[in-house]
């Protein structure tokens, strides 16, 4: 502070430090809203950037280099036969609700159903 001396007591300003002392906080404002706009602009970016890391990670899924017929083997494997129907518990329907190659996968299998 340029004011040491009066953060530090109880005394009031005077007349000649009150325009002095709005000023420095005037000028403390200002850099407060530069650096809180910056911080969004960070905020953003950071938010930007770990989208980005996430979408192409997910290129580079073993998943992904599967052929279509693995996978398809895999998902007929796992279902249970004569299940009741029910969108929301079928092995069937959670298997294609994972993404949607799963889906396309899924959907392309004619024994899985």
């Known amino acids: 502070s340029p ?3 009066l ?3 109880n005394e009031a300003a005077s007349d000649l ?3 002095l002392i709005s000023n420095v906080i ?3 404002e200002q850099e407060l809203e530069r650096v809180q ?3 969004q602009a960070f905020t953003i970016r950071a ?3 770990k989208a980005f890391i996430r979408t192409h990670t997910a290129t580079m899924s073993a998943v992904r280099c599967f052929p279509n017929k693995i996978m398809a083997e895999i998902f007929i494997r796992c279902v249970e036969r004569n299940a009741p129907f029910d969108p ?3 092995d069937q329907w959670v298997v294609a609700r994972v993404c949607r190659l799963w889906r ?3 959907l392309n299998t004619p024994t899985l159903w």
């Open 17 to 19: 430090q009150i325009p």
């Open 88 to 90: 929301s518990r079928n």
């Open 7 to 9: 953060v530090t007591s």
């Open 47 to 49: 938010t930007e950037l």
């Open 3 to 5: 004011f040491p001396a």
């Open 37 to 39: 706009n910056a911080i």
């Open 104 to 106: 396309a996968v899924a």
């Open 26 to 28: 005037q000028s403390a």
